[in-house]
Structures are given as structure tokens and as C-alpha cells.
């Protein structure tokens, strides 16, 4: 999506340590309108996939999340990092490796919401290595439903994620996508 593309160049900053730095848009600060447009986006992809859920993990994917439900009419399921009083003992779990804060967390979504009848869109604001979407793959077949597609905004190809998600036979789709990152500058994919 070019759009993306023009907004990460005007306002992304490249970090130390491989890091894009767009939350001034997509996860920290956000352009809702913008966000909008890219949910729109998503769901023309994906809308003859008779999605009825999308699950995203906390907490950076779940802007483009609820903005992109709208469009498919169906409830965002929030994985959760921590476990809290007001979650259900009774979870769905997975073991994911953050890259950008380089931790592991486990990743637990209440079995009450996700179930065999349920068909997941995946939805999140950056595909890397592919771990947050392979942990969230892994909940969903846990639950007997059906991972019908993965979305992202931004793509770092070079990472190796994306391949993995397609080598498990998985629609992915996003919005941007960088083959590289060199010395303060982007270059996307054709």
C-alpha cells in the first residue's frame, strides 16, 4: 500500500538495532483516520474469507485491530501478555519471544471467547520473525478454529517471517514491506 509506504517515509525513524519507529501513527500515538484507511485495506483482502474474529496480541496491534473489525463486523480477541484477576483461569496459552523488547512472554486468551467455530483473522501492527503470529496461530488450532488469514502494516521481509507463515500454507498480507533497512534508509518490496 503505497500510502503506508509515503507515511513511513515522511514520519518513521530507523533506530539502533534494526528498530522502525512509526509509533507516532500506528501504536502509540495514533492516526485514527489513517488506521481506518488501512482497515478498509485489510478487509478488502480478506472479505470473502468468512472471518468472524480477529485476534491480535497486546497492546500495539490492537488499534489497527478493532479498526479493521469494524469492516468485517466481528470482535477483536486481545491475547494478553499478563494474566490478571478479571481472566478466566481456564486459557489457551503460548510461549512467544519478543524482538523488540527482547523478552518471552506467554501469551493467553481466555477459552471462553475462541472456540472451534470461530474463524481468525490475525491482525498486528509489524511482522518480523513471525513469533507473535506463530504463538497466536498455535491458540487458535489449540481452540479447534481456523486461522483464515495474518495481516500486519509493516513487514520487515529481510526477517524471515512472512516465509514461515506462508510455508504453513497461511494467506498474510501487508501493507508495507521492507526488504531492507541500511544506513537511515528504506527500501520496500516491488
Do not use: W
Not at 528498530?19 to 484507511?37: E, I, S, T
Not at 488450532?141 to 507463515?165: H, M, P
Amino acid at each position: 500500500m503505497r500510502l503506508l509506504e509515503e507515511k513511513i517515509l515522511k514520519e518513521g525513524k530507523i533506530l539502533s538495532g534494526d528498530v522502525l519507529k512509526v509509533d507516532c501513527f500506528l501504536n502509540h500515538q495514533m492516526d485514527v483516520a489513517f488506521l481506518n484507511r488501512l482497515g478498509k485495506e485489510i478487509y478488502e483482502h480478506f472479505k470473502s474469507a468468512d472471518i468472524n474474529k480477529i485476534l491480535t496480541v497486546e497492546a500495539s496491534g490492537i488499534g489497527l485491530a478493532c479498526l479493521t473489525a469494524q469492516f468485517f463486523d466481528c470482535k477483536v480477541l486481545v491475547g494478553k501478555k499478563h494474566k490478571s484477576l478479571n481472566v478466566s483461569p481456564d486459557v489457551y496459552s503460548a510461549k512467544v519471544y519478543s524482538y523488540t523488547h527482547k523478552t518471552e512472554n506467554t501469551i493467553i486468551v481466555s477459552k471462553e471467547y475462541l472456540g472451534k467455530d470461530d474463524k481468525v483473522l490475525i491482525v498486528d501492527d509489524f511482522l518480523a520473525n513471525g513469533n507473535a503470529c506463530l504463538g497466536l496461530i498455535d491458540i487458535v488450532k489449540q481452540a479447534g478454529g481456523e486461522v483464515k488469514g495474518i495481516s500486519c502494516a509493516v513487514e520487515k521481509t529481510y526477517q524471515g517471517g512472512y516465509q514461515k507463515l506462508v510455508n504453513l500454507g497461511i494467506d498474510v498480507y501487508s501493507l508495507a514491506r521492507i526488504k531492507k533497512m541500511e544506513n537511515g534508509q528504506i527500501e520496500f518490496m516491488e
